[in-house]
């Protein structure tokens, strides 16, 4: 468990005539949990925290048959981005988010070595999700389909990222039967569609090559003192969030419920438990019964 004050309080203690007119500094408490899918090596995800900033990166895992164009894969840009995101901040602790990570793109960009096809439409990629405290605001930035559920004092509120979704409910043919073929021939043109879509102002934005990607992101502030002030937080893949997306174990309430009470862990237990059932309460199957497993969860004291 990790205990940071985010940045823009003063360190020093304040005076007797002043302390009683200070706000109670908000604390953010940090508890995170990132599990591989069952049998493989390589998380394609990625948790970190850097002072007051905590990321989840969830890398797209290359698909069987296909080319990307690049000698590295999805492990290796998550852990890449995450460190350059870590390395931005540090020079400019208080700049946008959307900048930290245009940035970190461009970095890991040059870090190919010139050894890659970076205009492949398979290149490796990430969704983002950070969130960073400071003084008495929360700043969020969610790219692609990792989302931030967040919760004040009776409500909760979650930003999400659906073109990527949206982008695939458009699929042409996306119901054409290809007879004994039909779900291998379907994987590979819903495969061609999501790579014609990547980075594309009419399709959905993900962490890759383009650092222009890093300003279509969904990001704002949250209030971290007064009236509605955020009092915690969690941050997903969509290896966790399916718990409520695709399992609907519980509502994104009850998930930071369970977060906060149980931990990340548990979490990702209750996940893999409900991946095991084959069609779960009728429902047919994702492409994918596992998938690496990332939730992070905030606990806002004081303000």
Same mark, same amino acid.
């Given at each position: 468990?990790?205990?940071?004050?985010?940045?823009?309080?003063?360190?020093?203690?304040?005076?007797?005539?002043?302390?009683?007119?200070?706000?109670?500094?908000?604390?953010?408490?940090?508890?995170?949990?990132?599990?591989?899918?069952?049998?493989?090596?390589?998380?394609?995800?990625?948790?970190?925290?850097?002072?007051?900033?905590?990321?989840?990166?969830?890398?797209?895992?290359?698909?069987?048959?296909? %080319? =990307?164009?690049? *000698?590295? @894969?999805?492990?290796?840009? $998550?852990?890449?981005? !995450?460190?350059?995101?870590?390395? &931005? /901040?540090?020079?400019?602790?208080?700049?946008?988010?959307?900048?930290?990570?245009?940035?970190?793109?461009?970095?890991?960009?040059?870090?190919?070595?010139?050894?890659?096809?970076?205009?492949?439409?398979?290149?490796?990629?990430?969704?983002?999700?950070?969130?960073?405290?400071?003084?008495?605001?929360?700043?969020?930035?969610?790219?692609? %389909? =990792?989302?931030? *559920?967040? @919760?004040?004092?009776?409500? $909760?509120?979650?930003? !999400?990222?659906?073109?990527?979704? &949206? /982008?695939?409910?458009?699929?042409?043919?996306?119901?054409?039967?290809?007879?004994?073929?039909?779900?291998?021939?379907?994987?590979?043109?819903?495969?061609?569609?999501?790579?014609?879509?990547?980075?594309?102002?009419?399709?959905?934005w993900v962490a890759a090559a383009d650092p222009a990607a890093a300003n279509r992101a969904l990001s704002g502030t949250l209030p971290l003192t007064g009236p509605g002030r955020i009092v915690r937080a969690a941050l997903l893949s969509d290896g966790a969030s399916r718990a409520v997306e695709q399992f609907e174990l519980f509502d994104w309430a009850g998930l930071l419920d369970l977060l906060g009470t149980a931990g990340p862990a548990e979490l990702i237990r209750?996940?893999?438990?409900?991946?095991?059932?084959?069609?779960?309460?009728?429902?047919?199957?994702?492409?994918?019964?596992?998938?690496?497993?990332?939730?992070?969860?905030?606990?806002?004291?004081?303000?």
């Amino acid at each position: 468990m990790l205990r940071v004050i985010p940045d823009g309080l003063d360190d020093q203690p304040p005076t007797t005539e002043s302390a009683a007119a200070l706000p109670t500094p908000p604390t953010m408490r940090v508890d995170g949990c990132s599990v591989a899918a069952p049998g493989q090596s390589d998380n394609e995800d990625q948790v970190f925290q850097y002072g007051n900033l905590v990321g989840v990166l969830d890398g797209a895992t290359a698909p069987v048959g296909f %080319d =990307s164009g690049c *000698v590295h @894969g999805p492990a290796w840009y $998550v852990r890449r981005l !995450a460190a350059r995101i870590g390395l &931005a /901040a540090a020079d400019a602790p208080t700049a946008p988010l959307a900048g930290l990570l245009t940035d970190a793109i461009q970095a890991v960009r040059d870090d190919h070595g010139g050894r890659c096809d970076l205009a492949h439409p398979g290149t490796p990629s990430s969704t983002v999700c950070l969130l960073r405290g400071s003084g008495g605001h929360l700043d969020y930035l969610v790219l692609c %389909d =990792s989302p931030l *559920v967040f @919760g004040s004092d009776g409500e $909760v509120g979650v930003v !999400a990222d659906d073109r990527l979704a &949206a /982008a695939m409910a458009r699929q042409p043919d996306q119901h054409r039967s290809d007879g004994p073929n039909d779900q291998q021939a379907s994987y590979r043109r819903a495969v061609r569609w999501q790579r014609q879509q990547t980075n594309q102002p009419a399709g959905y934005w993900v962490a890759a090559a383009d650092p222009a990607a890093a300003n279509r992101a969904l990001s704002g502030t949250l209030p971290l003192t007064g009236p509605g002030r955020i009092v915690r937080a969690a941050l997903l893949s969509d290896g966790a969030s399916r718990a409520v997306e695709q399992f609907e174990l519980f509502d994104w309430a009850g998930l930071l419920d369970l977060l906060g009470t149980a931990g990340p862990a548990e979490l990702i237990r209750r996940v893999r438990a409900a991946e095991r059932v084959v069609d779960h309460a009728g429902r047919a199957p994702r492409r994918k019964q596992h998938d690496d497993a990332t939730a992070v969860f905030c606990l806002f004291d004081g303000g």
